[in-house]
């Protein structure tokens, strides 16, 4: 428990994720406001979510063309 409780700490002074923190998971190169952006992202209506990651897979791709 005081295990947990110190590496969130830790987490929260370098504004990191505890994935990060511990280089695991997928999500262990994410900053601790791009996790917070996609779980605002997770709690919106379906409609609103899919439209949203819509937006964000052609903003991606349009990124990755340009950079050819």
Not at 36 to 49: C, F, Q, S, V, W
Not at 51 to 58: G, K, P, S, W
Request: charged content about 35%; hydrophobic content about 45%; glycine content about 2%.
């Amino acid at each position: 428990m005081y295990l947990d409780l110190t590496a969130k700490k830790l987490a929260d002074a370098l504004e990191v994720s505890l994935y990060y923190l511990v280089g695991e998971g997928e999500l262990k190169v994410l900053d601790k406001l791009t996790l917070k952006r996609l779980e605002d992202i997770e709690l919106l209506p379906d409609e609103d979510r899919n439209h949203i990651f819509y937006t964000l897979d052609n903003l991606i791709k349009a990124a990755k063309l340009k950079a050819i």
